[in-house]
């Protein structure tokens, strides 16, 4: 099955900073979609970038499916980008898509 | 906000016993996906519902089982709980046509 590596696993910013964060992935796949899990819990879905580039405000994604990773870029982070952020890709079970395979997630901890 | 709405919020039961989590998706989503996020395996699918029918089924244990009713809610079962089974589940939902899914809050299930 695909697999997906996020880089690095732990990030430490001090507030104000700028930071990249990364997903490898093994396989061509259809999608790929970036969350941010907050301290509760909750996964907040930040961008849906098969391909290309994207920009939310502070945040921004650029995937090169050709070159299978993407990269989550984080600008003036501040205390609240705290958490943990996952890549998941589109996996293939059961012959089906649309299943996400998930990464084990860059834990970012953005002190003040 | 999501859209996608889970119950409960928590649960803790005892070891033996049997739950039922419920999920309801996005106004007009058909697709329904469980996954469960454990400390051991991170984030993994479980299995997927479109318009009621399994449509795809991921590492899930034959203790567990799941359905999608007319009204397109979904149900997971678990049942014979054991202390592993202690973990985050998501459900989340997609649109026909697209494979971004917007995921509910979670139930965080606790087994004593």
């Known amino acids: 099955g695909i697999q997906v590596e996020q880089s690095p696993p732990d990030l430490i910013l001090q507030e104000g900073a700028n930071s990249t964060l990364r997903c490898n992935f093994s396989?061509?796949?259809?999608?790929l979609q970036w969350f941010h899990q907050n301290p509760w819990g909750q996964l907040i879905n930040l961008f849906y970038i098969p391909s290309g580039t994207k920009q939310n405000g502070r945040l921004s994604a650029t995937t090169v499916a050709t070159e299978r990773y993407s990269l989550l870029y984080i600008s003036s982070s501040q205390t609240t980008d705290s958490g943990v952020y996952f890549c998941a890709v589109e996996g293939g079970y059961g012959g089906s898509q649309g299943n996400l395979i998930f990464g084990k997630g860059t834990k970012l901890s953005v002190k003040p | 906000d999501s859209g996608v709405t889970q119950t409960p919020k928590h649960l803790i039961t005892a070891t033996g016993q049997r739950v039922t989590l419920r999920c309801s998706p996005r106004?007009?989503?058909?697709?329904v996906y469980w996954y469960q996020q454990s400390l051991d395996q991170g984030l993994q699918f479980l299995i997927q519902y479109y318009n009621g029918e399994e449509r795809a089924k991921g590492n899930i244990l034959e203790r567990f089982s799941a359905q999608q009713f007319p009204d397109l809610h979904s149900e997971l079962n678990l049942s014979s709980l054991e202390l592993g089974d202690s973990a985050l589940y998501f459900c989340a939902s997609s649109v026909a046509g697209s494979h971004e899914q917007y995921f509910g809050p979670g139930t965080r299930l606790t087994v004593t």
């Open positions: 106004s007009g989503d058909l697709s």
């Open positions: 396989d061509s796949v259809n999608n």
